[in-house]
């Protein structure tokens, strides 16, 4: 005969042996996600991240898409960040190089590390990087001024896609973050009048 106590406190012990599990199991979902979500971006080209290769070997297309060039500086890092032009008219398939004026406005040496984004998001598989600033981080004097290249192409294919055929236009992205390690750090931001704790 079995014990009626025993048996529950079996069920509650595999209940909670269970339910630990499941604790533990999403916890290292979350802390992986990220980084298999970002490698899935890169691979793909999803949600407008480019892509990174070597120089373009394929066919150069007669077709032709107008890249903007949008540049932002996040608050906390004292650099003015511009594109050399706002906006230029690609080959598809051809290399294009595009340079970027970085300056450290602030009385210290600062590093930053710029994150990037082609919109529509559609785009970003077709926008490949053969070499961009925004591989690496890098770290200005106070006054220093800096130009880095960026050197792309379109993947003519864009043209053979339903879902892209019709684009005429994209938009390269950057934002330049204060940097620890490689890593962009968000500033935090005081409202005027207040002090951070």
């Not at 290249?149 to 684009?167: C, H, M, Q, S, W």
């Not at 204060?178 to 009048?193: D, R």
Request: a neutral charge; glycine letters at 8%; hydrophobic letters at 40%.
């Amino acid at each position: 005969m079995t014990d009626p106590h025993r048996e529950r406190q079996k069920r509650a012990r595999h209940t909670a042996l269970a339910c630990l599990g499941i604790v533990v199991g999403m916890t290292a979902l979350a802390f992986a996600f990220v980084p298999l979500y970002d490698l899935f971006c890169k691979a793909t080209g999803y949600d407008g991240t480019p892509l990174r290769g070597a120089a373009a070997a394929g066919s150069i297309s007669q077709d032709k898409m107008v890249v903007h060039f949008d540049t932002n500086v996040a608050p906390g890092l004292p650099w003015r960040f511009v594109a050399e032009t706002p906006q230029l008219e690609a080959q598809l398939g051809a290399t294009q190089t595009v340079f970027f004026r970085v300056t450290n406005t602030g009385p210290v040496p600062s590093t930053g590390i710029a994150t990037f984004n082609v919109q529509p998001g559609l785009t970003g598989g077709y926008f490949v990087k053969v070499q961009c600033f925004c591989f690496n981080e890098q770290t200005l004097q106070p006054g220093e001024t800096m130009d880095f290249p960026v050197v792309f192409y379109l993947e003519p294919g864009i043209k053979a896609d339903a879902n892209t055929r019709d684009l005429t236009e994209m938009t390269l992205s950057y934002t330049y973050f204060a940097s620890k390690n490689g890593q962009p750090q968000a500033a935090l931001t005081n409202p005027a009048g207040t002090k951070a704790n």
